[in-house]
């Protein structure tokens, strides 16, 4: 596995090799089967390489041989574990999965009377005979969950690993229709989304963190507006009604269980209960226990869900991990292309100097860690889906190339610090210039469906009579439509005798971490803010 790991590493498809005989597919199928069948057992150690192998697997599933035999592990037989009430309300609204789901419940259930019949035969106890093919992704998600939730397990790097691999996984799986159709519904009843932000791992975290940026990609291929059942794209209009039809399901319930209670609730309006903080505020009148029984009317919510989550978690905590449940269920999330509307055309200093967002470096994207990038497949879920992952992807591209100029300009530049305390520069650029001054003279109103200002216009004054010739004509040529970036540079807070270094009367804002260290450029030379206008 791990050999492999390292061919898939260096873009060799060794898959291929296992396809030219009967007899080394039939060995490879072997080989698949014991892996999978190992997923209780893995060392933590080896964990992220024995979850990097499905990754790198599952990317090929335009071969016969992975598709054939991995495929069957994202079957209907994932449905075992998915709550009967969640099971039942899609076959509802899709019943032309019932005939399919009615075959696999006779045939498991005559495979468990056949496992029954050769154990007492055998005089064994076998019962995960017929299991094998469900429990493979469950097993993957308990361990998961065992690592984030459960305090007294130590973590390593390992786990660390594991875990960003695993979100990794899973991203893949759901940015493929074939393989997603069944998977989603799994990580919903799993409520997998609210349990990871409410575990002991995730509040040790920054926001920075890659496992968050995971968490939100996985979040939002989970909510993406599609019909997994059908492949269908979902309109706003489509979305809208199916949250219209959650918000009204949710009113019955509460007028049915707590009329007098949640009264506000039954008679808000729709476009009331389509903020998250205002369900928050009608839910938080009831206590703990007749909030879990509003949420298990609602078929939103099992039983076993609660023992699930009470063993690791703190019993306290259970009230508003139901409420999230709750908002979860008829929130409406954001669409894609609201999602690339509402992002800059060009990078900020939140996204330039994040390597987790734009990596350092081609060596960064290909070690052992997770990174969260959009990856382009062979498959994807609709148009507008292939549209935004190339789009990130120009993003993050188009930012490594800015910020390599950026830093190249203000190293070039040279801040200082002069005995008042003020920022100056004493090194020379062509294409940066400080400013004298700066100002905002009009921001305009959004436009209707809109949240940020359709114009902002402010003044900018530089001095330009220490450029002449061609280098003046330049700066003097710069006309509507051309884009400048404003820096705006200053001591780092908490400076210290490691963290400046004194030159005579000036301090230069650097010199006090590794060079090469591009993840600390704002903290080394003081850049803070990146506006363009």
């Not at 609204?93 to 009377?113: F, G, L, M, V």
């Not at 206590?287 to 609660?306: C, H, R, T, Y």
């Amino acid at each position: 596995m791990l050999l492999m790991n390292e061919k898939f590493k260096n873009n060799i498809n060794v898959i291929e090799f296992f396809s030219r005989t009967k007899e080394d597919s039939a060995k490879f199928e072997q080989f698949l089967q014991h892996l999978t069948s190992m997923s209780t057992d893995v060392d933590s150690n080896f964990l992220s390489a024995y979850v990097l192998f499905f990754i790198y697997s599952y990317q090929h599933l335009e071969l016969t041989i992975i598709r054939s035999n991995l495929m069957k592990y994202l079957s209907l037989s994932l449905w075992d574990h998915v709550s009967e009430h969640r099971i039942n309300d899609i076959l509802s609204k899709y019943p032309q999965i019932k005939p399919h789901w009615q075959h696999h419940k006779d045939s498991r259930a005559e495979s468990t009377d056949q496992t029954t019949k050769k154990n007492k035969k055998m005089k064994t106890n076998n019962s995960e005979v017929g299991d094998k093919e469900s429990i493979f992704i469950p097993n993957l998600i308990n361990r998961f969950f065992n690592i984030i939730e459960n305090k007294a397990t130590p973590l390593t790097p390992s786990h660390t690993l594991f875990l960003e691999r695993f979100l990794e996984l899973l991203i893949d799986l759901l940015s493929q229709l074939a393989t997603r159709r069944f998977l989603n519904t799994l990580l919903i009843d799993f409520h997998f989304i609210i349990r990871c932000q409410k575990s002991y791992y995730y509040q040790l975290l920054n926001n920075n963190d890659v496992f968050i940026k995971l968490l939100s990609m996985l979040n939002s291929l989970i909510h993406i507006e599609i019909d997994e059942h059908t492949g269908k794209v979902l309109s706003n209009e489509d979305i809208i009604s199916i949250q219209s039809e959650k918000i009204y399901a949710m009113q019955q319930t509460a007028f049915t269980l707590y009329k007098d209670k949640l009264l506000e609730l039954v008679f808000s309006s729709i476009g009331e209960l389509k903020k998250k903080e205002n369900i928050r505020k009608y839910l938080s009148i009831l206590n703990g226990e007749e909030l879990v029984n509003f949420a298990l009317k609602m078929n939103i919510l099992g039983s076993n869900d609660i023992v699930a989550y009470s063993e690791y978690n703190d019993p306290s905590t259970l009230v508003e991990y139901v409420t999230d449940i709750i908002i979860d269920h008829v929130a409406l999330y954001p669409s894609q292309l609201d999602i690339a509307n509402m992002l800059p055309l060009y990078p900020n200093e939140a996204i330039m100097f994040n390597v987790n967002e734009v990596p350092l470096n081609k060596s960064d994207v290909s070690a052992r860690k997770g990174l969260g990038l959009p990856k382009l497949n062979l498959q994807f879920l609709s148009i507008h889906d292939y549209l935004f992952r190339n789009f990130n992807l120009y993003r993050i591209e188009t930012a490594s190339q800015i910020r390599d100029d950026v830093v190249d300009t203000i190293k070039r530049m040279g801040p200082k610090e002069d005995i008042r305390g003020n920022t100056v520069f004493g090194g020379w650029s062509k294409y940066a210039l400080p400013i004298l001054s700066v100002g905002i003279e009009d921001v305009a109103r959004p436009k209707l469906g809109e949240i940020i200002p359709s114009k902002v216009t402010c003044s900018v004054t530089v001095d330009l009579s220490r450029f002449n010739g061609d280098i003046r004509q330049e700066w003097e040529d710069i006309k509507e439509h051309d884009v400048l970036f404003l820096v705006v540079v200053e001591k780092p807070e908490g400076s210290g005798i490691n963290e400046v270094q004194n030159t005579g009367n000036n301090q230069v804002f650097k010199e006090y971490i590794d060079e090469n260290s591009l993840s600390e450029f704002p903290r080394k030379y003081g850049s803070r803010y990146l506006l363009i206008f």
